[in-house]
């Protein structure tokens, strides 16, 4: 799996767009990104994932650039709730072999109010 | 609801004493994972289970031992073996044909005495 490089903190007002930032530069034609979030003393929460186009669900948007060799995670209007560690994984689809995720020390975004 | 179920939330372990983490999914999933979190780190995979009666060795499977007998549960224990075993655990499952799509427990905290 491709190594991900991620900021180890940021900040953000309430209200105000998240934009998590996350470099793949290795990453493989067949290997998706995943993001997943961990908010304080309780289990990861999966958000998105996409391969090379853009993703958009309730929770988040996904901007993978043309190379893919970076990506975005956006959370548009932050909420005090969204303070948590963010996680950017990339992984080839397994087919059905499940071993399993890998998650680094992730992004800590931390919401102002 | 559907979910996994972790307990206890918290788990004290005497020295030489062997615990059992319970973990419990409802979600008809096939794969189930264990991880371990240490303070301010990511998450380390220890076992993970892709059907019933079969696991395998993740990358800190050294002094933990589980089973997989039925399709909703896979119990970890944390034997005297383990020498550093005060950690967060979190027990994960995932459906067939989505294995990187992680649905993450609640949590157990362990600690020694």
């Known amino acids: 799996d491709a190594k991900t490089t991620q900021p180890p903190s940021m900040d953000c007002a309430e209200g105000r767009a998240a934009n998590l930032p996350c470099n793949h530069s290795t990453i493989s034609g067949n290997e998706y990104v995943y993001w997943y979030r961990q908010i304080h003393s309780q289990g990861p929460q999966y958000i998105i994932h996409g391969l090379k186009n853009n993703e958009t669900n309730e929770m988040a948007s996904l901007i993978i650039t043309e190379d893919r060799k970076s990506s975005t995670l956006i959370l548009p209007h932050a909420t005090l709730r969204d303070t948590a560690v963010y996680y950017c994984i990339v992984r080839a689809y397994s087919g059905g072999g499940a071993d399993g995720l890998t998650f680094g020390k992730g992004t800590h975004l931390i919401i102002q109010p | 609801d559907g979910g996994i179920t972790q307990s206890p939330k918290y788990l004290f372990r005497k020295e030489g004493q062997n615990v059992t983490l319970s973990c419990e999914q409802n979600?008809?999933?096939?794969?189930m994972y264990w991880y371990r979190q240490d303070p301010g780190q990511g998450l380390r995979l220890i076992y993970y289970?892709?059907?019933?009666?079969?696991?395998q060795k993740g990358d800190i499977a050294e002094g933990y031992s589980v089973s997989r007998e039925k399709k909703e549960s896979f119990p970890l224990t944390v034997t005297s073996a383990q020498k550093n075993p005060t950690a967060f655990y979190l027990c994960?499952?995932?459906?067939?044909?989505?294995?990187?799509?992680?649905?993450f427990g609640s949590g157990t905290q362990l600690s020694v005495l």
């Open positions: 979600l008809n999933h096939d794969a």
């Open positions: 289970s892709q059907i019933v009666n079969d696991f």
């Open positions: 994960a499952s995932s459906p067939r044909g989505q294995t990187e799509k992680l649905f």
